[in-house]
Structures are given as C-alpha cells and as structure tokens.
C-alpha cells in the first residue's frame, strides 16, 4: 500500500506564497484595467422608438440644450438623444433632455458618432483616439469595443453602416461590430514588412466614406500637389486596394476637400482652375463636373438627407442627388435669410436652418414652402460653425457649435 503524501512546511509555505502573488497579480490587473476606469448606468427601461413626423409642425419652440462638445451633429438612435462632454456620454429623453444612461471612463472622449442603432464613443490613451465602445442607444448597454494606434485628434463620420476614423496620418474604417474593415496611414508597429501604409512626410487633408470605399486627398512633402487616393477593402484590412488620381494646380491650404463617398462614386470639391465640384469613380475617371459661380465661404458642412446630399458652402446649400451625386438645385442667402446649415428630412420635406428660422423646401425643385420661427440667441451662434440639424419624429434637433438644442 502506498502511504499517503504528507504536506510539509515548505508545500504549505509555497502554496501561501502562490495565492498571494495570484491574487496580487488579479488586483493589478483590475487597478489597471479598462474596468475598474469605466462608469456604466444603463437604463431600467429601453427607450420607445418615435412614431415618423406626418407633417412638419406649424411651429417649434425650444425645449431643452445640453452641452456636447464631443459631437459634430446631434445623434439621434435606439430613441436617445446622444450627448457627450468631457469623459461621459449621455443617452438622453428627446422630449426632456434627461439622462436614460450614461457611460464614462477615466479618459477623455475624442469623439461620439453613430452606427444602426448603437452610439460609438472614442476615447484616447497613450496611442491616441483609439479606445473604442458601442453602447445601445435604448438602454447605453455597452456592445462591440476595439482598441488600436490612432491620431491624438480623429475626425468621425457614418453613412449609418460604418464609422470612419481620420486623423492627420491615419484613418480606419471600422464595422458596426467595431472590426476593422480597412486601415491607411502610419502605425506604431506594422505586423508585415508589405504594410507601409503611408510614406512618411504625408498628411490626410480631408476623407469620406462609404460601406464599401474611402476617399481621401493627402499632402505630401517634396509634392506641390495634393493627390486622391481611392480606398477600397481587401483581404488584409491594412493592405487595401489603391487608385491614386493626381490632382495637378491643387494644393495643400487651396480648401479642397472630399465631400461625399456614395458607393463607388467620389464628390470632391476642387478650387481652381476654377471652383467646381467633381465626381470621380473607382477607376479615378471624372464622371461629370459641376461648375460654381464662387468659392466656398466656408469648408462647410456634408449631411445625408434621405435620398439626397446637402453641402453647407458657408452661405448657401447645395443640393445632390445621392445615388449619382449630380447637383439637383441650390439654395441661396435671401434678402433676410441666410442658411447657417445643411438639410435634414422630416416628413418629406427638406429643413435647412436659416436666420432666425428653419426653411422647409420642397426636396424635388428646392421651392421653399415657408418658415419656422427659431429663437437663437446669438451666444448661441460659433461664428464659421455650422447649425447641423437632425430630425427624430416630430421633433429637431440642432447642434449649436458645442450645444445640443431639442426643438418641439
């Protein structure tokens, strides 16, 4: 028969020893982890989502403003008015202004956008903007999260089904389960000797967007001339498909900017010879070129208002059909009305906020119908900013410079 193994003191001593560097070693990780640093209050109740606008109401009147520097246009999604400001983001009742939810970690926001339903917050550490969660716009329950190298300033835009992420020497475009479907520009450390994304010396000017493309114009040093280099997704997400389109007399401060990616089809607007806006396909050919009578007062606003794209020049709008990206009409400053923003659709009808109102047109000629008083103290106002609105049954909303206005 075999005798039993006796413990001795040094088993007994080693084990001790063992536990405690165990349980050392977990509370490091969690003193460490993004875990103990995030705050999240996820409502009881997930928010109803609004019944559709039959009409454009007869007037608005404002109904609350909370302050979102973090975002560049209201966020409207799962029934929540999205808000973000300094590390928290707010999930808030449309009709009243109050936080539903709220998430906040020891960082601070870069950004706030949108995917489907799920409102994409990102947060910067030491490798930049690029601590990234999804949280449910019903309840702020939190879904996909990614984390990679990005700029120390990212700008985030989504046609809905994506996110693109773009700073001054790299952008990705992330999925809404917060993959990565393509990424360009410099890293901190490429896996592959092939991935060089962009050569040193390079800076991205201005980029967009589809599900399935991205379009960015770069300066480069020893170059006079800004090029468009036409991104699409491949099998290594950090090795996509490029066509590089030269962009001769354009230079790096000449206000050039890519306004829209729909499809497979690029809108850029290019200021000389002379101020035109071009659309440009997949294979770098120049379908069609809309001629303008003047430069943009401002680099201006790009909103997608139901089947059309809206571009906010500083002191007019500019109207595309989005499906080939061909100007439909534009809509100019009046004797007492001058747009401060783009349009946004609601029950049919195109609203573009002017002075002191809100314009309602007609979205197939561009006739205006009539005017909503809006009482916007001029506090209210950032000079060159844009009013961006957003509509969400039969309320709208308008982001003020770093405020978040609720009219209804």
């Not at 001769?248 to 002379?274: C, F, H």
Request: charged share 20%.
């Amino acid at each position: 028969m075999v005798r039993p193994e006796r413990r001795t003191k040094a088993d007994v001593l080693a084990a001790a020893t063992i536990a405690v560097v165990v349980a050392a070693a977990t509370a490091l990780i969690w003193w460490t982890s993004d875990a103990r640093a995030t705050v999240s209050r996820p409502a009881a109740v997930a928010a109803p989502n609004p019944t559709p606008a039959r009409e454009v109401p007869a007037t608005l009147n404002q109904l609350w403003t909370a302050s979102s520097p973090a975002t560049t246009a209201p966020v409207v999604v799962g029934g929540t008015v999205t808000t973000g400001n300094g590390r928290q983001v707010d999930g808030r009742d449309p009709a009243t202004g109050e936080s539903r939810w709220s998430y906040a970690r020891d960082s601070d926001l870069c950004g706030v956008s949108w995917v489907y339903h799920y409102a994409v917050a990102v947060y910067k550490d030491d490798r930049g903007c690029g601590q990234v969660s999804t949280l449910d716009g019903s309840t702020g329950r939190r879904g996909a999260a990614r984390s990679g190298y990005a700029d120390p300033r990212v700008r985030l835009s989504t046609d809905g089904t994506t996110v693109l992420s773009a700073g001054d020497t790299r952008l990705e475009l992330w999925r809404s389960d917060m993959v990565r479907m393509l990424g360009y520009g410099e890293t901190d450390a490429r896996v592959k000797p092939s991935a060089r994304g962009l050569h040193s010396g390079c800076k991205l000017v201005s980029a967009a967007a589809s599900s399935s493309a991205v379009s960015v114009l770069e300066a480069c040093e020893n170059q006079a001339d800004l090029r468009l280099v036409l991104l699409r997704p491949a099998k290594e997400d950090d090795e996509p498909q490029q066509h590089v389109v030269s962009e001769p007399g354009i230079g790096a401060d000449s206000g050039a900017r890519v306004l829209i990616v729909w499809e497979n089809k690029t809108a850029v607007y290019l200021p000389s010879p002379q101020p035109r806006v071009e659309v440009i396909d997949e294979t770098g050919t120049t379908v069609s070129s809309t001629l303008l009578p003047k430069p943009p007062a401002q680099p201006g606003v790009v909103s997608q208002a139901g089947s059309l794209v809206t571009w906010w020049t500083g002191d007019t709008v500019m109207v595309f059909e989005a499906t080939d990206l061909t100007l439909r009409y534009t809509i100019a400053a009046g004797e007492t009305t001058v747009p401060l923003g783009p349009g946004a659709i609601m029950a049919g009808q195109l609203l573009v906020p002017v002075t002191d109102a809100i314009g309602v047109y007609d979205p197939v000629n561009g006739a205006n119908n009539r005017y909503i008083p809006v009482n916007r103290p001029p506090s209210s106002l950032q000079t060159g900013r844009a009013v961006v609105p957003a509509v969400s049954g039969s309320r709208v909303f308008e982001q003020r410079g770093d405020t978040v206005v609720a009219l209804g």
